[in-house]
């Protein structure tokens, strides 16, 4: 009986412990998952600025004020899984208000059939801050790809 008690109680054991390392196996897995969630979104803000700002270059017109806003639909949806993940909301807000403002822009245009290229500047070189504090908060240097 006492044979039978210890080969009972020995399977319990090995059964436990492969269920705790299956755990954290498990545990392990989705940090590392939410990791690259949270990396390749924080990547896709910092380009979908960028990428607003190198088009600032090129002739202002109602097609490049509409891939703005297209950029900035994206940013703002990156931004939300970056905020949710870290569990503070700082991005989202920024990127709301630079879409609204985006949105002035096309529906002014569509309305008087011209843009307000002075305060499109203001608004790229706001965009320009953005990403110089987005770099300094969330990129780590010799960090990439880990």
Do not use: C
Not at 82 to 92: M, P, S, Y
């Amino acid at each position: 009986m006492r044979k039978l008690l210890g080969y009972f109680a020995g399977g319990f054991l090995v059964i436990l412990l492969a269920i705790i390392i299956s755990y954290q196996d498990g545990h392990e897995n989705g940090e590392k998952r939410m990791a690259a969630v949270l990396g390749n979104s924080v990547y896709n803000v910092w380009e979908g600025y960028y990428e607003i700002v190198e088009d600032s270059n090129k002739e202002m017109t109602i097609d490049s004020i509409s891939r703005m806003n297209d950029r900035l639909i994206s940013v703002k949806a990156y931004s939300n899984v970056v905020d949710r993940t870290v569990g503070e909301e700082v991005l989202l807000p920024i990127a709301d208000k630079l879409l609204n403002i985006g949105t002035g822009f096309e529906d002014g245009y569509r309305e008087n059939g011209n843009f307000d290229k002075e305060k499109y500047m203001e608004t790229v070189e706001e965009i320009e801050k953005v990403i110089t504090l987005f770099t300094e908060i969330y990129y780590i240097p010799n960090s990439e790809g880990s």
